[in-house]
């Protein structure tokens, strides 16, 4: 399939708090991007919807991401769509995404899961930086092992995920994740333990207590799911979730997202 954005692809999207409100500073996008009209949550949250108006992600594609919650925001932002990583001859797609969550700010970046089809090759680098300890930050990804409808699983060439946390320039997480199937069993031991799917949530100046974290724990547990949930050296909160279809993941992880969020309104309360 022909690539018609070859160029760099950009998304840039700030958002401010203006009257009392969220709201978009700025947002500048060229094709394929688009987003919606962004809305308000009951929370008060802006939630903003990415679009890729084209089939997916395909080879040689270049995109920059860059995205901007300055002080007192509170804003969510995820995507319209799975995304498709189409098969690729000889190149990759790549991916640099930028983020930065000002203080007393709060960003949930919840992208929908990613699908990366046979003979596909996808590169992504992500770099967060949080101002303060009061920059709230939550991340969630659900990686599919390809289009197993069509025994696709596991048949693409490399999937590269990295993933950069900072505070103050400080590094607090790192995660390196290279899925090269040709290589090794991604679903084997050590790997994905026979599951096909996976998911990651990241959550950032929670300060999360033990309490919640086996509340977590019982949720995966209850869920009749295998997964895990870890401090980091800086008391952050990392959960991996094994599944067998990115439809369960996505409902497990916005149930952990949501929990999380009451649990800390319920403790602001007391």
Request: aromatic share 10%; net charge neutral.
């Amino acid at each position: 399939m022909a690539n018609s954005y070859r160029k760099l692809s950009q998304l840039q999207i700030t958002t401010s708090l203006v009257d009392g409100k969220t709201a978009i500073e700025d947002v500048f996008f060229t094709s394929p991007f688009k987003i919606t009209r962004p809305f308000y949550e009951k929370d008060g949250r802006l939630k903003i919807i990415s679009i890729l108006v084209s089939p997916g992600i395909l080879e040689g594609d270049t995109q920059r991401i860059e995205l901007k919650v300055l002080e007192g925001s509170k804003t969510l932002i995820t995507s319209q769509s799975y995304e498709k990583i189409y098969k690729m001859k000889e190149d990759e797609a790549k991916r640099n995404t930028n983020i930065y969550v000002s203080k007393n700010a709060d960003l949930k970046y919840t992208p929908l899961p990613t699908i990366p089809f046979a003979d596909s090759a996808f590169n992504s680098i992500t770099d967060i930086e949080l101002e303060d300890d009061t920059s709230k930050f939550i991340m969630s990804e659900i990686i599919s092992p390809g289009r197993y409808t069509r025994g696709e699983i596991f048949k693409y060439k490399h999937y590269k995920s990295l993933v950069n946390i900072r505070k103050r320039g400080k590094l607090l997480y790192r995660d390196n994740m290279f899925f090269k199937p040709e290589e090794y069993a991604i679903n084997g031991i050590g790997m994905l333990e026979n599951h096909t799917h996976l998911a990651n949530i990241l959550i950032f100046n929670y300060a999360l207590d033990d309490k919640l974290l086996k509340m977590v724990r019982d949720k995966i547990e209850h869920n009749n799911m295998d997964g895990g949930v870890s401090y980091t050296w800086s008391k952050d909160v990392v959960i991996r979730i094994l599944g067998f279809d990115s439809q369960s993941l996505e409902l497990i992880s916005g149930e952990i997202i949501k929990s999380i969020e009451e649990y800390k309104e319920e403790l602001a309360c007391i």
